[in-house]
T-cell receptor, first 116, second 118 residues
Framework: GESVGLHLPTLSVQEGDNSIINCAYS??????FIWYKQESGKGPQFIID?????DKRQGQRVTVLLNKTVKHLSLQIAATQPGDSAVYFC???????????????FGQGTILTVHP | EAGVTQSPTHLIKTRGQQATLRCSPI?????VYWYQQALGLGLQFLLW???????NRGNFPPRFSGRQFPNYSSELNVNALELEDSALYLC?????????????????FGPGTRLTVT
């Protein structure tokens, strides 16, 4: 079935480096994407979202890039800090898609570890 | 502004029992979503409620059910518990999405209820 997946399950970086977390999606009809951060023992925390009519969106220290041609999504974290260590999930949605209405489809997640 | 709250934090049940999990959405949000996160796996969509009605359902058996109350809080009920039901159950809330290509809104999650079935 349609799914959202991640290329790399783990990513280790040094404090201060930039991090890039990638996500591939297979549903070409997906038109809304979200990145979440989940720390151990907590629920997912909203980071940033992007709609399919955009290819880039910036937040505080984070940037999301969307390449619809190759169905690829990435999250860039600038000047990564130890507090950024967590599991990062991408999720997609297509509310014009009937059975997809209202639901987010999540990838498996990438574990980001930031070393001091 | 208070976030999404869930109770209880932890719940331990035995096989065959029923579990009831509760969720209160962010003020102003009418939609409540339930997701299951089994150990080591991503989040799987369970149910979506809006304005007291079930709007969509994931690929889960009928023993997973729920309801939404007039104040938009929600309950998830799991009947005839099985060992594989052990997971973190997450509730999220949002404004009601429109059924259009521009109709999606971000979903905000609660801390979850850890259900253990023994």
């Amino acid at each position: 079935g349609e799914s959202v997946g991640l290329h790399l399950p783990t990513l280790s970086v040094q404090e201060g480096d930039n991090s890039i977390i990638n996500c591939a999606y297979s549903n070409s009809a997906s038109d809304y994407f979200i990145w979440y951060k989940q720390e151990s023992g907590k629920g997912p925390q909203f980071i940033i979202d992007i709609r399919s009519n955009m290819d880039k969106r910036q937040g505080q220290r984070v940037t999301v890039l969307l390449n619809k041609t190759v169905k690829h999504l990435s999250l860039q974290i600038a000047a990564t800090q130890p507090g950024d260590s967590a599991v990062y999930f991408c999720a997609e949605n297509n509310n014009a898609g009937g059975t997809s209405y209202g639901k987010l489809t999540f990838g498996q997640g990438t574990i980001l570890t930031v070393h001091p | 502004e208070a976030g999404v709250t869930q109770s209880p934090t932890h719940l331990i049940k035995t096989r065959g029992q029923q579990a009831t999990l509760r969720c209160s959405p962010i003020s102003g949000h009418t939609s409540v979503y339930w997701y299951q996160q089994a150990l080591g796996l991503g989040l799987q969509f369970l149910l979506w409620y809006d304005e007291g009605e079930e709007r969509n359902r994931g690929n889960f058996p009928p023993r997973f059910s729920g309801r939404q109350f007039p104040n938009y809080s929600s309950e998830l009920n799991v009947n005839a518990l099985e060992l594989e039901d052990s997971a973190l159950y997450l509730c999220a809330s949002s404004r009601r999405p429109g059924q259009t290509r521009a109709g999606s809104y971000e979903q905000y999650f609660g801390p979850g209820t850890r259900l253990t079935v023994t």
